[in-house]
């Protein structure tokens, strides 16, 4: 497969869009016609080539795009990327992860070299190539952690495992849905759940992080999570919410199609070797509705799921004061037939 | 999530007696390849097929965590165990085909200490061979008492003390030789961690003399697997499975499950990290619960059993499982 990389933004003039290749292979999160929250993990196993689950890391065509959108939020809030002292070794641990699978996955596009410690780094897509010594953080232009994530789609949080419990102690953060590392940073898996409603009754976060303790080094585990976004952006943080905020308020049923996106995370976790910490790349991915709904299954399907959302769910996602024009509009794409089981389209 | 970590079939490259007690095996990977990294204080499950049987012992990997060649293991042959010790110091010679696991760790560094104070008595040595070169090659700063019963019989002392004099501390039981370990918790810079790993009574020692000192329960780490007791054959109902299996006198619960051919999660096989946590239908006798994982409520409860390392006695026992 020859990734073709497309020029697009995510800001002001949002020329973002999804080739019909690209629409074919998202992420839909939704199995059935309702929705629920559940621990719904699995192992991270390459499964059904062209998807997004066959590589370790997904590079697509947004890749080149990506990135340049993450370093004009980092060139403006440098805090988005935080590492406490102790979690240098975790950052070195995930550039050894990243760079030997996408070297191993994506020959043609990536390259690495190794020699005992001196390694030898080749990014064609973003023309990057690197010469360091492994563990030696003075021969690369910044730390580890944030050397390979601004060459890699998808937030980052790298967590400290202690005491029983799971410390967000270090990340690279941009593409968030509405959460902020520099809040979050130093907190523990259920300080910044907090915010979270139901999960906690549920007890839902005490499973999670029993399961996650347990992650196992070459036994990866990936889950879906999903909001909705107005507008293609990748940087909807609280540190911004002045900005992307105040768009909610021009959605309209005649640019629904074209503004409103469902967002999907693919959440990955990935135990790190040296460290002992656990990785947690969560891959954001955008559809505008207009696209969604060239599947038929999916557009009946999310109608249904939108309409049938949990006020607190709908709420906490925020899309609650929209929700009425979203569902009336998704509504001309249900005509009541029965969905397959799945998530793929027919 | 399938039982344990995953598989690495690997070869004995090595077999070395340490002393009277000990021996040294080390393993390559089958393929050439090289093994996964691992962090100092990790462990792996070796499956040893002593023959009619599946044993799954873990053991803490002792060799530099740099180096991805193989991994070194150091075993102390129990006469009076439930003979995986004596497997591997009976049966198993260089060439051998095994099976081991990923490496899992129970008993990491923590990271943010500004020092670590390593306490080791006798084969509790080994996780700390790895880390003290980990913590070597990171310029980490470390000190390390170690008590052995007798010159002859103190694996790896004379090369620590070699390569690590003056950060290490070596006591003989036979000279009378002890830690005077109130005035070394007490002596300690602030933001330093202790790590403990040793006898159970050890153990014990050094978690209530640190307490006792204000020490906070997040800076003393320690790591005890308990070797599954032997005990009183017994019969298990497992209902998922449909299946009633015997418990042999020196099989424990989980090994007596996987031969019957169920499937049962775990990882450390030694009471500690939780994973084969199993749920109790049904039960009339006593449950002789040995793990550390479960709490005193949920002992009396009757609810849970850890199959690893606890038994019963008593009538009937129906599992979830």
């Not at chain 1, 390459?46 to 998807?51: A, T, V």
């Not at chain 2, 042959?77 to 003979?83: L, V």
């Amino acid at each position: 497969m020859t990734v073709i990389f497309k020029e697009e933004t995510f800001h002001d003039d949002f020329t973002f869009r999804n080739s019909p290749e690209a629409v074919k292979r998202f992420p839909f999160p939704f199995p059935e016609d309702s929705y629920m929250y559940s621990v719904n993990l699995e192992p991270h196993k390459s499964y059904r080539p062209g998807s997004v689950y066959e590589r370790t890391f997904d590079v697509d065509e947004h890749y080149v795009s990506e990135m340049r959108d993450r370093a004009r939020v980092l060139a403006e809030d440098p805090l988005r990327c935080q590492s406490l002292p102790h979690m240098t070794l975790a950052g070195w641990d995930l550039l050894e992860l990243i760079m030997t699978s996408k070297a191993e996955e994506y020959p043609e596009l990536f390259e690495l070299h190794r020699d005992g410690a001196k390694w030898h780094w080749i990014n064609r897509p973003l023309g990057i190539e690197q010469k360091f010594t492994f563990l030696d953080e003075t021969t690369l232009p910044c730390g580890p952690m944030e050397y390979i994530t601004r060459q890699t789609q998808g937030d980052f949080a790298v967590l400290d495992q202690r005491d029983d419990n799971l410390w967000m102690d270090a990340g690279m953060v941009t593409t968030q849905a509405d959460w902020s590392l520099d809040f979050d940073i130093g907190m523990n898996f259920f300080e910044w759940h907090a915010p979270v409603p139901k999960a906690h009754e549920m007890g839902i976060f005490q499973r999670a992080l029993k399961f996650l303790l347990n992650v196992q080094q070459g036994s990866p585990a990936r889950r879906l999570n999903w909001t909705m976004t107005v507008n293609p952006l990748l940087d909807t943080s609280p540190e911004n919410y002045h900005k992307w905020g105040v768009m909610k308020k021009d959605l309209t049923l005649e640019n629904m199609g074209q503004m409103m996106h469902l967002r999907v995370e693919l959440q990955t976790f990935f135990r790190l070797p040296r460290s002992n910490a656990l990785v947690f790349p969560i891959r954001c991915y955008l559809i505008k509705l207009d696209e969604l709904v060239t599947v038929p299954k999916w557009a009946r399907r999310f109608h249904r799921v939108i309409r049938d959302l949990p006020t607190e769910l709908a709420t906490y996602k925020g899309f609650v004061t929209n929700r009425p024009k979203i569902v009336e509009w998704l509504s001309r794409y249900d005509d009541g037939a029965p969905t397959s089981p799945g998530i793929w389209p027919d | 999530m399938s039982a344990g970590a995953a598989k690495i079939p690997v070869r004995v490259a090595e077999v070395t007696p340490v002393n009277e007690l000990v021996t040294r095996f080390r393993f390559v990977r089958r393929d050439g390849g090289l093994m996964p990294t691992f962090s100092g204080g990790a462990h792996t499950v070796v499956e040893m097929n002593d023959q009619d049987r599946v044993r799954r012992n873990p053991y803490s990997i002792m060799s530099d965590p740099g180096d991805r060649e193989g991994y070194s293991i150091s075993i102390r042959r129990d006469d009076n165990g439930r003979g995986g010790s004596l497997f591997m110091h009976r049966q198993v010679r260089p060439g051998m085909e095994m099976v081991i696991s990923n490496p899992v760790n129970l008993f990491a560094l923590d990271l943010r200490a500004r020092k670590h104070l390593l306490l080791a008595g006798g084969i509790g040595i080994t996780p700390f061979l790895a880390q003290i070169k980990q913590l070597s090659a990171m310029n980490g700063n470390f000190e390390l008492h170690y008590s052995v019963r007798t010159a002859s019989l103190g694996s790896y002392a004379d090369e620590l003390v070699a390569n690590y004099r003056p950060r290490v501390h070596l006591y003989h039981d036979d000279r009378g030789e002890q830690i005077d370990l109130p005035a070394l918790l007490d002596g300690q810079p602030l933001g330093t961690h202790v790590y403990v790993c040793g006898p159970k009574g050890m153990i014990a020692w050094v978690r209530k003399t640190a307490t006792a000192l204000g020490w906070p329960r997040e800076a003393v780490h320690h790591e005890e697997f308990l070797a599954p007791a032997s005990g009183k054959p017994f019969e298990v109902m497992l209902a998922r499975s449909n299946k009633t299996i015997q418990v042999g006198e020196h099989q424990s619960l989980l090994e007596a499950i996987e031969a019957a051919g169920v499937e049962a999660p775990y990882l450390c096989r030694g009471g500690a990290c939780g994973q084969c946590e199993t749920d109790v239908l049904e039960y009339e006798g006593t449950f002789l619960h040995k793990d550390h994982w479960l709490t005193p409520a949920q002992c009396a409860g009757g609810t849970k059993i850890m199959p690893c390392v606890s038994r019963f006695e008593g009538k009937t026992l129906v599992l979830d499982r």
